[in-house]
């Protein structure tokens, strides 16, 4: 085996082990990642569920792919960066992203030494870590900004908060598929235990699990699932002022179908929608998918889709995609470019 499959298969592992443990992919308790919910008063049961999806943990995600690419271009291996999760149990914190994260942030004078790494790339790395508590605010905020406006929209939904359970998505994404089938079966028994019929998700890669893969491993699987956008319908028609351009994420466009909705939204809201080049169904891929096992290729990847984007001519980019937000981050980032980013509930 070569050594690039070596480290597939180590972040494969790793992955499959934390989500089976610990419940989702950054280790991180559904208590802590329900906080964002704190305040709005949704109740916590219904038929109609309100799903957070991968934007709960993205800030922690967004946290590890920059991590993951300033060490490989730092000259670190992705056994490397694994081998602190190990490391990190050792000083006692959890062999988890979350405690990486924690262990970055330490004071601990020899850490660089512990580590294997120079006093420069520690520096970088934590950096990188001590900003983590920013980017979860982001993404929990955008989870605010969603539910504010289904609520403003009449749309009764409930929220299991703490008792949400995560799809299993990255599981499926790895090929893990007996490990999803378990994961999917105890996930679809919990919902319908709480009664819920239909799941309202701004997460298309969620909603893409749920109404696409759940059906092909489970036996009848009978929940609706929609994505926000087609919840929630245009009101008028305000005035367009600004021009934006809107990425179709992959999973949205490709999977669920649902490229003309956001676009009405958005228009609806006073905004000019700017298409690009490679859109809708023939959409291009923002590197996201393959973060984690090749952090460069898929940084790589979205700073083309990014240039293609500026391109058009403005400097504000809406999507509707947790992963995708996350990419467009990253590269600007480690590129410093110039752009606004808006999550589609941003604008409405």
């Known amino acids: 085996m070569s050594e690039r499959h070596r480290e597939i298969f ?3 592992n790793f992955t499959k082990e934390t989500i089976l443990k610990y419940g989702n992919p950054v280790g991180v308790p559904q208590e802590e990642l329900s906080q964002w ?25 967004e946290t590890a ?24 149990k050792y000083l006692g914190y959890k062999s988890t992203m979350k ?44 989870l605010r900004k969603g539910v504010q406006v289904l609520q403003s929209n009449g749309v009764d939904i409930a929220y299991l908060g703490k008792n949400e359970p995560d799809s299993g998505v990255a599981l499926h994404t790895f090929g893990l598929l007996d490990d999803f089938t378990e994961v999917a079966n105890g996930v679809y028994k919990k919902l ?32 609706e699932v929609k994505h926000i956008s087609e919840v929630i319908k245009p009101s008028g028609q305000k005035e367009q002022n600004e021009k934006v351009v809107y990425h179709d994420p992959c999973y949205l466009a490709r999977y669920l179908r649902v490229t003309e909705e956001p676009r009405n939204l958005i228009s609806a809201s006073g905004f000019k929608v700017i298409d690009p080049p490679n859109n809708r169904l023939r959409t291009r891929c923002d590197g996201g998918g393959v973060e984690y096992t090749d952090p460069e290729a898929a940084v790589r990847t979205a700073k083309i889709r990014l240039e293609e984007l500026l391109a058009t001519g403005t400097s504000n980019i809406v999507t509707s995609c947790p992963a995708c937000d996350m990419m467009f981050r990253a590269a600007g980032y480690v590129s410093n ?12």
């Open 37 to 61: 919910s704190n305040g709005l008063n949704i109740k916590e049961r219904g038929e109609t569920i309100f799903y957070s999806g991968m934007y709960s943990y993205m800030g922690y995600a």
């Open 99 to 142: 405690d990486v994260i924690r262990l970055l942030k330490s004071p601990m004078s020899s850490l660089g030494k512990l580590l294997g790494v120079s006093s420069e790339t520690l520096a970088k790395l934590r950096k990188i870590a001590g900003e983590n508590d920013a980017r979860n605010q982001y993404y929990w905020g955008v």
């Open 337 to 348: 470019s110039s752009f606004k980013l808006y999550d589609l509930v941003e604008v409405l």
């Open 192 to 223: 319908k235990d709480y009664g819920v019929k239909r799941i309202i998700t701004m997460d298309p890669i969620t909603a893409t699990v749920f109404k696409k893969f759940y059906p092909q491993f489970l036996n009848g699987f009978d929940i």
């Open 10 to 12: 180590a972040v494969l």
């Open 65 to 88: 792919l920059l991590l993951e690419y300033t060490a490989k271009k730092e000259g670190m291996s992705i056994a490397q960066m694994l081998d602190m999760a190990k490391k990190a």
